[in-house]
């Protein structure tokens, strides 16, 4: 459960999907199936684990099967009660009781910062969980906790970072750290976007989990366009860690160690289905013995 202070949780969804055309043609990247659960989903169920039930889509054109998701369904409700399907029947209910679920629109595509600050009016005054629907947390290595912990002990805005092979690095937003890491926390001095590997200040990548000071939206608003045209949070956090902690300045990361999945990346979005599935009761024991085999003779097993 989530500590006090910390209640809403702002989920970007406006993205086009470009890189898994043409799957994305027509559906939402975010609604993309991990097993059998949109992988949208699963980002929902952590933030609700985490004490977040009050959560903002920030989404944009062609998102409507996201928001039917989420809603009721009475004729597939009813067709499944009448037939007597009560595992089916609670597995569609149960995307729609998660959580208090809003939406808004971005409009322009204009970067991440951007779709922060159209949260602005939902989310007032106060501290705010940011979950990035591309990555994907395994619900045995939760993080959003202590996240939460630090900003409550703490003050300010707290990243959730990992540290990443070098030669990747420009791929992410990229920190500096002040001094020596404390119980998997440090204190966060600058921060890049996607810095090349010979300037990196570090291997410590941002990866998709934020808890931000309600501050960010002021430093949002002054925030020019950076790096592609758009509007980088990154570029606001700089400026939230020089501020002094009285205006909600200090920004601290807690470095994740634990398993997660870009859902974003073609291979990566099938470790996450192929791991997933293997921890199932119903279906692991059977892919398992079918990945084995796969693997030592490269046949497809079904003989």
Request: hydrophobic content about 40%; charged content about 35%.
């Given at each position: 459960m989530a500590v006090e202070g910390v209640r809403k949780a702002v989920i970007p969804a406006a993205g086009l999907g470009t890189r898994f055309l043409p799957a994305t043609k027509a559906t939402?990247?975010?609604?993309l199936p991990v097993v059998d659960k949109p992988a949208i989903q699963?980002?929902?169920?952590?933030?609700?684990?985490?004490?977040?039930?009050?959560?903002?889509?920030?989404?944009?054109?062609?998102?409507?099967?996201?928001?039917d998701h989420f809603d009721r369904n009475y004729e597939l409700?009813?067709?499944?009660?009448?037939?007597?399907?009560?595992?089916?029947?609670?597995s569609v209910r149960e995307s729609s009781d998660l959580a208090r679920i809003h939406y808004v629109r971005q409009g322009d595509p204009l970067g991440l910062g951007h779709a922060v600050l159209v949260a602005r009016a939902h989310v007032g005054d106060e501290p705010f969980a940011v979950l990035l629907g591309d990555d994907l947390i395994d619900a045995r290595d939760p993080i959003l906790e202590?996240?939460?912990?630090?900003?409550?002990?703490?003050?300010?805005?707290?990243?959730?970072?990992m540290q990443v092979p070098r030669e990747t690095i420009s791929l992410y937003g990229c920190v500096s750290i002040q001094g020596a890491p404390s119980e998997g926390m440090v204190v966060v001095g600058d921060l890049v976007e996607k810095p090349d590997v010979s300037s990196a200040p570090s291997d410590l990548a941002i990866i998709g989990r934020y808890i931000l000071d309600p501050a960010v939206f002021a430093v949002l608003q002054e925030t020019?366009?950076?790096?592609?045209?758009?509007?980088?949070?990154?570029?606001?956090?700089?400026?939230?860690?020089?501020?002094?902690?009285?205006?909600g300045g200090g920004v601290r990361g807690v470095v994740f160690d634990g398993r997660r999945y870009d859902t974003g990346d073609k291979l990566s979005y099938l470790q996450a289905v192929i791991t997933l599935a293997t921890q199932r009761q119903d279906i692991g024991p059977g892919l398992k013995a079918w990945l084995q085999d796969f693997c030592q003779d490269g046949t497809n097993g079904t003989q």
């Open positions: 939402p990247k975010e609604m699963y980002v929902v169920e952590e933030a609700v684990a985490a004490g977040l039930e009050d959560i903002l889509f920030v989404t944009g054109r062609s998102k409507r099967p996201l928001e409700e009813q067709a499944l009660e009448e037939k007597g399907d009560v595992e089916r029947l609670r202590r996240m939460i912990e630090i900003r409550n002990e703490w003050g300010g805005s707290v990243l959730c970072l020019a366009p950076g790096r592609g045209g758009e509007i980088q949070l990154t570029d606001a956090l700089r400026v939230l860690a020089t501020m002094p902690p009285e205006r």
